[in-house]
């Protein structure tokens, strides 16, 4: 079957540790997205990659990395510089560009403690 | 700034009666435009997609969307709701960086 796993489903994490969210997908997509999402903003993009080795910053990206070393694998660390990062993390992918369909992972739920 | 809007935030309605939702844009050009759906605790899967040709474009799980150019406006219709059509809807679109609406939850009621 193909599609998106994230990993953990649920995380905690004391204040001023980093973490580290997975993101996989074999659909052999060249384009990955990390989003945010909190009640009543919808999601917003923290970063987005459409080919290996290239990222881009989306709107919300300060206290965020991210690295895209292989095509099906695109983590994101949420460090201690992240002022609010308790949230709903998800991963996305599309064929290439923005504007195709996007395929959702299931979502990581970060609690900081 | 380009943008969509989702002017309902929540949206109560029976089974078995029809649906819309709501979705303006604002974009110089006719953006793709999306609808997606999800599930407590999940993550989101497309309903449907315009970016040209026929105004009226059908989706999954009976739902459609029609896109007025003169009302800036991709409204999602289904004429008969079911329980399971309880989630969160989200309306997409721009062109090559796609933003999303905040979103508006459904409730269905027996």
């Known amino acids: 079957d193909g599609g998106i796993t994230q990993s953990p489903k649920y995380l905690f994490r004391k204040e001023g540790q980093n973490v580290t969210l997975s993101c996989e997908q074999n659909l052999n997509h060249d384009a990955m997205y990390w989003y945010r999402q909190d009640p009543g903003q919808g999601l917003r993009l923290i970063y987005y990659?459409?080919?290996?080795?290239?990222?881009q910053k989306g709107d919300i990206a300060e206290g965020y990395s991210v690295s895209r070393e292989k095509k099906e694998s695109f983590p994101l660390t949420v460090t201690s510089a992240q002022k609010n990062p308790t949230a709903f993390y998800l991963c996305?992918?599309?064929?290439?560009?923005?504007?195709?369909?996007?395929?959702f992972g299931p979502g990581t739920r970060l609690t900081v403690l | 700034a380009q943008s969509v809007t989702q002017p309902d935030i929540h949206i109560t309605v029976s089974e078995g009666a029809s649906l819309e939702l709501r979705c303006n844009y604002s974009?110089?050009?006719?953006?793709?435009l999306f609808w997606y759906v999800q599930s407590p605790g999940q993550g989101l899967q497309l309903l449907l997609k315009?970016?040209?040709?026929?105004?009226l474009v059908q989706g999954i799980k009976g739902f459609e969307a029609e896109f007025k150019r003169s009302q800036s406006s991709f409204n999602l219709r289904k004429p008969s709701v079911h329980w399971s059509d309880a989630a969160e809807y989200f309306c997409a679109g721009g062109y090559q960086k796609v933003t999303f609406g905040i979103g508006t939850k459904l409730q269905v009621i027996p």
């Open positions: 990659s459409q080919i290996v080795n290239d990222f």
């Open positions: 974009y110089g050009a006719t953006p793709y």
């Open positions: 996305a992918s599309s064929i290439a560009q923005a504007e195709d369909t996007q395929y």
């Open positions: 315009y970016f040209s040709g026929d105004t």
